[in-house]
């Protein structure tokens, strides 16, 4: 695990400079606190430490690794707003088991550095608490390792009975790192948003794989590297296609979502929809089409900035994924514009949708933060268009083109309302046309 990417507070503050003495002062707090302990603690393991060439030596056969892991992934983009996982544990508990504590505690460094030289656009000051809170989580791990008794951990033999009881004790100690990273950047987390889902970050079904498959491999290369060294060149490939593998799946995932809402973007969206669509005609099942646009939004652009007007965005796209049901769609159309289908969705249904997006939104308020100003509080108001079909016939851009008309004739009678594109048996109340 590597990079919190706390948002939405940094996020937003994605800005050329260094920003980290803007942020929350219980944030500031927190960060400034896991460094200090990652220093101080590397200052003791310094100290304490018989220096040997071979340790030497396997340390900078491991960072090598790591920095090969960088190299063939540094193309790829990192998601924001989750926790991001490196596979860079496979290393941290490979150099806590066979090494001495302070090996693991200074590992994070050079990979951070290579990691912040090779991309730009990653921001300083979160790199620099992850590799503290990867230091202290896989020297703690470390430590566990070398309080189990001989019979268990203690150098690794060149096979018998040891073998069975070492390779439990490293899994231990590398389940130990893995929690205690989780434990250190989920408080971050919680206080740059408290409104973030952790349970979904840390406890769902790709991160628990994730965690699962880095432990594996930290094991898989543990073992032959400690009873031969020269064996973790042999290792290398399997992490190497791993890491790869899993930013395939990134690649995919950015090819389908906008990033700066995390919808899915225009086209994915009218593909999906198309289908949904196609099915609905053949199936004779009712289905609507919302299009929501955000009332007077070039003026927060001009008035507060284009980051201001992306963190509006941002907000309210949240904000109507959580008020909709798991199987509506939704995407961002382009601008300020949002598509929504709803399937299984009669007229009725989907007016009462749009009216609850639309009172709800208009009550939510976006926190906006510009360098050297005092924060603003801003909240924006929305106009829907819907446009409802029953097995008409009608097709993806017909609905398309019936739910703009209804959202034009929204923005015509005052903005801030729902209207639908033809007549409904919705109920007739204040706001909907």
Known sequence: MSDPNLLPALQKRRLPGWVFWSLSTPLLVYLLAVEAAAVMVTGIALSATRWRVADVALMMALVTCGALAIEVTRAVGEPHGTVVRDMHAVWFIAAAVLLPPVYVLVLPAPLTILKLWRNHSMVTYR????????????????????????????????????????????????????????????PAIRLSDPEARIRELVTNREAVFTDLLQLSLAI????????????LAAALPAVLAQR?????????????????????????????????VDRASRTDTPLALAIADIDHFKQVNDTYGHLAGDTVLATLAA?????LRDYDLIGRFGGEEFTILLPHTTAPEAAQIAERLREKISQITTTIDRPGQASTSLQVTISIGVAPTAGSGMDLNDLIAAADSALYQAKHMGRNRVCLSSESPAVNRDKIC
Request: charged letters at 15%; aromatic letters at 6%; zero cysteines.
């Open 127 to 186: 790199r620099v608490f992850s590799a503290a809170a990867n230091a202290l989580a896989y020297g703690l791990a470390g430590v566990v390792f070398r309080a189990l008794p001989d019979t268990s951990a203690g150098p690794v033999a060149d096979g018998g009975a040891h073998i069975l009881p070492w390779t439990l004790a490293l899994t231990a100690a590398g389940v130990v790192g893995l929690a205690v990273n989780n434990a250190l950047l989920l």
């Open 244 to 276: 790869r593998f899993l930013m395939h799946a990134q690649l995919v995932s950015d090819a389908r979502i906008d990033p700066k809402t995390g919808l899915l973007n225009a086209l994915t969206w009218q593909r999906e929809a198309k289908v949904e």
């Open 220 to 231: 898989l290369i543990t073992l032959p590297t400690g009873i031969r060294a020269y064996l």
């Open 319 to 323: 904000a109507m994924r959580a008020l």
